[in-house]
């Protein structure tokens, strides 16, 4: 049902029909807090201000459900939202869950709002929680400082874990029992791709993937502060449409070196993983370039 909700969602302008017409709703794309994977649901929302305000109701089931447990582990999260002239927004915010009389008047005001919600919290024993989603200030010299920081520290480390990455399946496929990169030595098998070094690349994966949202959601603060940076942010959006793919197709590949009967070649991941690093550093280096100083404050 949520995917459901999701498709229509962004197929409407953020309008909804069924049991939710009328309802406003937000789609949340969390990171999962066990899997590291993306995560998107809807949810209720209600304007405070500057910020979102979103109700984790569960429809008064007696857990919290997945979306909040995930921004407690990870509070960074993109929101979508539907705009008046039918669009649907999306942006970068940080989740900051409400305590004592601050969250108690959010909830009597969205009980106000909808008495479902007075429904809800009368039918289960936990506190149900409410999260302010804050949208960054970009005109605090100091924050967009504190984002560009962020985003060198994250291309570092992507750097490392890719470069990592790739100086172990090089010692995988010339490990013994190869007569060379992803072929086999004669009356032994191709080497496969062990669990660990495949969990190691579907994280990579993962990470990658994450971070690429994640940034998409907060290119849109990036040109309303910053509009002579829209030609470059256009750009870094087809890169990461075209990095999608290469990492869809790197995960696929290895779904087919991990299967009962494997089937695939080593050696073709080690050159689609060279291929991507490649083009990451390619990536990494035009946004270091064109986008970072503006968030930095220094002259291009």
Known sequence: ???????????????????????????????GARTGRLRT?????????????????????????????????DPRLTVEIGTDDGR??????????????????????????????AAYQAGTTRIIPVVALHRPDLT??????AIGEFLLRVHGELRQELATLLEEVDAHVAAPGSAGPGRAAPGRAAPVLGSRLATHCLSFCTALHGHHTNEDGAFTDFERRFPELAPA??????????????????????????????????????????????????????EEKRLLPALLGRAD
Request: glycine share 8%; with cysteine.
């Open 1 to 31: 049902m949520n995917q459901q909700v999701i498709d229509e969602f962004r197929a409407n302008g953020g309008r909804v029909g069924g049991m939710f017409e009328g309802v406003p709703l937000v789609l949340l794309t969390t990171t």
């Open 41 to 73: 649901n809807p949810a209720v929302y209600a304007r405070d201000g500057d910020r979102l305000v979103v109700f984790a109701s569960n429809a008064g089931g007696p857990r919290h459900p997945g979306w909040y447990h995930n921004l407690l582990a």
């Open 88 to 117: 649907v927004e999306r942006y970068a915010v940080t989740a900051r869950p409400l305590h004592g009389p601050e969250r108690d008047r959010h909830y009597a005001e969205q009980c106000a709002r909808d008495p479902a919600f």
């Open 140 to 145: 605090d010299p100091e924050r967009t400082k």
């Open 233 to 286: 942010i256009a750009h870094l959006r087809r890169e990461h449409t075209a990095v999608a793919r290469t990492v869809t197709g790197i995960e696929s590949l290895v779904r087919k070196l991990t299967a009962p009967a494997a089937t695939g070649d080593v050696e073709k991941l080690r050159i689609e993983l060279g291929s991507l690093a490649a083009d990451l550093e390619a990536h990494f280096a035009y």
